[in-house]
C-alpha cells in the first residue's frame, strides 16, 4: 500500500523567511497530492492540492511542486507570517477503487516575529 | 465551518466502557471516514464508508466499530477491546475519491 513520509518533523523561520516541507510518496499510481493545516487544536483545513498531471501549482504565498518521476511533492511558502505557523501534513491518494487518503506525520512550523 | 459537526467536543470515560461518538453533514457527501490522530502519529484511517450501508476497515479497526444507515451521519463506537483508546478523533466527508476530505472539528476522548 501507499506510504507517505514527511521531512522535516519542525521547523522554525524568522518572520519573512521561505519555508518548504517535503514529502515522498511510495505508489507511483497516486494522482491527488492535498496539504493540510491544522492549528493548536482545531481541525485540518486544506490549503492547497495538486493533481498528478500537473507539476506546479500557485496560490498566493503558497506553492506546491510535484515530481512524478522521483515520487516527491514540496509544500513551498514565501514571507511567512506568524499566523502561519501550525502543523502541516501532506497526504497522497491510494490507487484503486477507494483512492483514501494516506497522510505524512506533520511538520510543526513556527514563524518567529 | 463546513457543515460537517462532531459531538461532543471533549468526552471522559472509565476504562471498559463503550462510547459512541457522534459525525454528522450535510454536504451530501457519499463518503465518510474516522481518523484518529495521537501527537506525532499523522492521522490514521480508522474506517471509512463510500456509501449507505456499507463501510470497510482502515489501517487501525481493531477495538472500533461504525454503523452507516444515513447518509448524513457516521457514528463511531470505541469498544473496550481498544486497548489505548484516549485520543483525538477526527470525522471527515468528501464527495469520493481524490476529492478534498473535509474535516469535522475532532472529539477528544480520554479514558481512565
Known amino acids: 500500500g501507499e506510504n507517505v513520509e514527511q521531512h522535516p518533523s519542525t521547523l522554525s523561520v524568522q518572520e519573512g523567511d521561505s519555508a518548504v516541507i517535503k514529502c515522498t510518496y511510495s505508489?507511483?499510481?497516486?494522482?491527488?497530492f492535498p496539504w493540510y493545516k491544522q492549528e493548536l487544536g482545531k481541525r485540518p483545513q486544506l490549503i492547497i492540492d495538486?493533481?498528478?498531471?500537473?507539476g506546479e501549482k500557485k496560490d498566493q504565498r503558497i506553492a506546491v511542486t510535484l515530481n512524478k518521476t522521483a515520487k516527491h511533492f514540496s509544500l513551498h511558502i514565501t514571507e511567512t507570517q506568524p499566523e502561519d505557523s501550525a502543523v502541516y501534513f501532506c497526504?497522497?491518494?491510494?490507487?484503486?477503487?477507494?483512492?483514501?487518503?494516506?497522510f505524512g506525520k506533520g511538520t510543526k512550523l513556527s514563524v518567529k516575529p | 465551518d463546513g457543515g460537517i459537526t462532531q459531538s461532543p467536543k471533549y468526552l471522559f470515560r472509565k476504562e471498559g466502557q463503550n462510547v459512541t461518538l457522534s459525525c454528522e453533514q450535510n454536504?451530501?457527501?457519499?463518503?465518510m471516514y474516522w481518523y484518529r490522530q495521537d501527537p506525532g502519529q499523522g492521522l490514521r484511517l480508522i474506517y471509512y464508508?463510500?456509501?449507505?450501508?456499507?463501510?470497510q476497515k482502515g489501517d487501525i479497526a481493531e477495538g472500533y466499530s461504525v454503523s452507516r444507515e444515513k447518509k448524513e451521519s457516521f457514528p463511531l463506537t470505541v469498544t473496550s477491546a481498544q486497548k489505548n483508546p484516549t485520543a483525538f478523533y477526527l470525522c471527515?466527508?468528501?464527495?469520493?475519491?481524490?476529492?478534498?476530505?473535509?474535516f469535522g472539528p475532532g472529539t477528544r476522548l480520554t479514558v481512565t
Open positions: 495538486i493533481r498528478s498531471n500537473v
Open positions: 464508508s463510500q456509501i449507505v450501508n456499507d463501510f
Open positions: 471527515a466527508s468528501n464527495r469520493g475519491r481524490s476529492y478534498e476530505q473535509y
Open positions: 454536504l451530501n457527501h457519499d463518503a
Open positions: 497526504a497522497a491518494s491510494e490507487s484503486g477503487s477507494q483512492g483514501n487518503l494516506i
Open positions: 505508489d507511483s499510481a497516486s494522482n491527488y
